[in-house]
């Protein structure tokens, strides 16, 4: 083997003076976006490592998401949803919740930003009526525990609430989800995010945990469902189990990377079963991971998640590494396979 | 004499009685009649009384001025203050009369002078607000003129209800001043960007509306006429857009096809990008500046010309690309292209000129869907000779591998060989009949066709024929090898008549075979390094499933028993136990769920890595206790994770999970023997069973579960929302 270079990537300069809550890859450039609980949401240019613009939110702002290149959404914790447009410096309102908006994801399948709120509710915005909620809102849906963790894919949106619910909704049809699930994981949801493919979901709990599901509902389709533990450490007979705080997937292989409280980046093949590889840690939690649109670049959020509460944290700090090629490639079995 | 001098009236008839003394003496003297006298004295007297009148009557007039002056007076305050719409200030009150005349004007002119100040002021005031309102009017009508000087205020209401009128009126004319401004701004801002993207010159195109625009300081022209006029220019300059942009994209569009066609790097592209990802844009979306400018129209109009004019010149690489492409096809479907010649000669001609390149291309592109639709209906008997290959070289394989002596030995993937030799077997004994089939069907085809099935220029039923030769001049070799050894097998029972007994190669192979499945080695590395299952926990399943062990491991049971039976206890017991290195259980498989399995998983729990797997050469009563006393460890442990679950609040994010303990370590140290640089090296993932949710019953008296960032926000669930959690 050779000789990895133990580094942790390059740091960005000027991160967020507060927690990372996430951090998303342009789908369009290496354009990186940052929402903080400083109350600050930033664009850097990854590549270049600069700090290309900032805006202040009212609130903390919990989460954010690309519109295209030149445009954003994000969510905030003093109850609503903004739009900005980083090269005119504009952010116009959506629309606001009843409380704290945790997530937001934006479908380009159907023009719509889907927002999910402790409120107990997602809410659908048409980004394009922008001058008031009545014209942006296009429907409220009711959720039964406060909204943690939501993903797409082509039509299918995956929401993850509080008291381990999951309900799977085709975007075409918000009336009523197309699946209502239970977590598979006995312990609460941190992060839900969809294969690439299409086919699933993996869902990561608070307990060193992460579960790999299928939409399909046969029993051929449900018997692929598995789990497996990780982001734990063994310490004097005892295991310590950490908070997996996020998924990301690799655009083109398909492969995964999980961020843990731990402060470790694991590289995992569902298909094969395996762990590719575990980055060296970082100085504390990983809250947030994110490919850029061509699976070169991983960006790692390390900054304090909270999970024990206030107290002492080394600083908040987000890191853009290259990716190899070894990494994040499924392994081809090591012998042929004499199985058909 | 002193006593008239003090007073002149006195004086004066002192004087008068001595004049008439001094007459009358002088009279005397005289001596003049008495009549005459009389006559003297009356005149004195007629001349007294005219004096006296006059004096009278020139009093008289001088009160009748005084009076007309006071009237006037009052008249100009009345009308003063009725023009201010005032109440008098001073009204004459004739029964409180003030006294004399004079008094009484003196005390009414300082009221009559503060007055006209006062009317003075508030005429000012007027005059103030119509010149404004007349300013105004001016700007809103854009009468070229100036304005006219002439300001006539109407003296007789000077009122401030009029006052407030007027000014009433200058605010409505402001507002709509500055409506109109701001309608100018707002088509200028839109005439602004229009420019922008048009790369015009915004200030110029501005100052043909009206001059005063284009000075960003100065006062606008915000008439009527100069509204419309710019309405009219952002219409023209839109349609120019519309114009543009379509032309644009029309370019772009062909650019697209161009690199197409082309494959044009895609730095060559890049230049270009900005204006191909409009190709499908709408009018307003377009605001980049300059995207629409003359120099970026011509700018891409050059290069797609440019690329047209590559395009001919590189029509003879298209051509041979296409060929190129015909070949490929060709040789995946073991077809041998037709007349490469023809092509050959095309090919000069267009190099010479001769034929053009496009009619080329379309005979090829002719030729390779002609190719292409031979190709699918020869695709059956391809799919058929392809397994044929297939079986062809296992079979060949096979040969090669029985040959070898040491094939028994213990070594890296010798189940591997082991199993695919088993697969060859099976394949080559379905050898002839896949070789029949495909005889049947490649002659039907033919006759179906009326021409040959070709294979790389070979007829394949000559190929088969061959075959079937060949194979039976190897059955026949591999008959006489087998009276050999049976003649060996004669020599040896003699031999052993005479010596003692000695093993069979059969008993060999099967001592053989103990060591080489129990050493750890590679079979033991694959089974830990594939991944491990397990179902996600159900409500009731929590012995349930890890008693059940995998397919593969069921699977490679039942083959091993096959092979040989006296093995499979032992072998059992022993894989299993290896299984629970790193597998916890996988359920949904069609295997018992014996109690014991269960908890012959737990074996390894008590094994420190890197310990020898000798159990597997010991008894198997030795084995199961062990296990005994494994079952009696793992149920304390079990109980113990359950209590604790009760006892752990869900909140506890690092909290530890004591049965996973010893799960975990294991497979992670035992499982990759060779790990010089774990972190590159793949590692199962540790899938093992989630104990099942019970859910504790603290739940119910602790807070509600809050995520990090709920508890950080300091977010809590209203009273009556909690209410209905507690329920669910």
Known sequence: MTAVPQSTGRELTSPPTDGISNLRFSNHSDNLLVSSWDKSVRLYDASANALRGEFMHGGAVLDCCFHDDSSGFTA?????????????????????????????????????????????????????????????????????????????????????????HVNVYDLRNMN????????????????????????????????????????????AGQSKKYAFKCHRKSEAGRDIVYPVNSIAFHPIYGTFATGGCDGYVNVWDGNNKKRLYQYPKYPTSIAALSFSRDGRLLAVASSYTYEEGDKPHEPDAIFVRSVNEVEVKPKPKMLPNPAT | MSNGQSDPLLQMETT?????????????????????RD????????????????????????????????????????????????RPVHIRQSDQNLGNLKEELRAILPQIEEMRKRKCDRKNQFVEVLEQIQKLKHELSNSSGYISTTLVVDEADLSLRKLEELQREMLALQNEKSERLKQVLDHLNSLNSLCLVLGMDFKQTVSEVHPSL????????????????????????????????????DLAMSLLQLWNLMDTPLEEQQVFQKVTCNVAASENEIVEPNML??????????????????KTSKMKELVLKKKSELEDICRKTHLIPETDSSLDIAIEAIESGAVDATYVLEKIEVEIAKVKEEAFSRKDILDKVEKWMVACEEESWLEEYNRDENRY??????????????????????LPTIVDALASKTSSWENERGIEFTYDGVRLLSMLEEYNILRQEKEQERKRQRDQKKLQGQLLAEQEALYGSKPSPMKNQSTKKGPRLSCGGASNRRLSLGGTILQT?????????????????????????????????????????????DIAGLPLKPHSLNPTNAHEIELPIMRKPFSPISSTDSSKSKATNILEDLNTKHNEMLQKTLTSNNTSPFTTPSKTISTMDEENRTPKTMAIPMPSTPSTVSVPMLTAITPAPCVPKSMEDEDIEYSFEERRAGFVLPKDHRKSLVQI
Not at chain 2, 413 to 427: D, I, S
């Open chain 1, 76 to 164: 905030c914790a003093d109850h609503t949803v903004r739009r900005l447009v980083f090269n005119h410096s504009r952010e116009d309102i959506l629309g606001r919740h009843d409380a704290p908006v945790r997530c937001i994801e934006y479908s380009y399948a159907t023009g719509q930003v889907i927002t999910g709120s402790w409120d107990k509710t997602l809410k659908c915005w048409d980004p394009r009526g922008a001058s008031g909620q009545e014209r942006s809102l296009i429907g409220t849906y009711t959720q039964p525990e406060r909204v943690y963790s939501l993903s797409l894919v082509g039509n299918r949106l995956v929401v993850a609430t509080a008291g381990r």
């Open chain 2, 16 to 36: 008068c009685g001595s004049l008439l003394y001094e007459l009358q003496i002088i009279w005397d003297e005289v001596g003049e009649s008495d009549a005459e």
């Open chain 2, 409 to 430: 030995n213990a070594g890296r993937g010798a189940h591997l060989t082991l199993k695919r030799a088993e697969k060859a077997r099976v394949l080559v004994n379905k």
């Open chain 2, 214 to 249: 284009g000075d960003p300081e100065g006062s606008k022209n915000i008439s009527h006429d100069t509204i419309q006029q710019l309405a009219a220019a952002i219409q023209k300059l839109r349609e120019i857009k519309i114009q543009r942009m379509q032309r644009l994209q």
């Open chain 2, 293 to 310: 400018s003359i120099d970026i129209i011509t700018f891409v109009e050059k290069e797609v010309s440019r690329l047209e004019e590559l």
């Open chain 2, 537 to 581: 926990p159900k409500h009731d399943m929590l012995h349930s499933t890890k008693a059940t062990p995998n397919t593969r491991h069921a699977k490679k049971n039942d083959r091993l028993s096959h092979d040989n039976p006296t093995r499979d206890d032992r072998f059992q017991a022993m894989s299993s136990g290896r299984r629970g290195l």
């Open chain 1, 176 to 219: 009523q989800p197309e699946q209502r699930r239970e977590s598979s994981l006995k312990y609460q949801t941190r992060c839900v995010r969809c294969y690439p493919n299409g086919t699933g979901y993996a869902l990561s709990s608070v307990e060193g945990r992460v579960a790999m599901e299928f939409f399909d509902l046969s029993e």
């Open chain 2, 39 to 86: 006559r003297m004295l009356l005149e004195l007297e007629r001349e007294c009384l005219e004096v006296y009148r006059r004096k009278v009557d020139q009093a008289n007039r001088c009160r009748a001025q005084i009076r007309q002056a006071i009237a006037d007076s009052e008249a100009e305050l009345a009308a003063i203050c009725s023009a201010m719409g005032e």
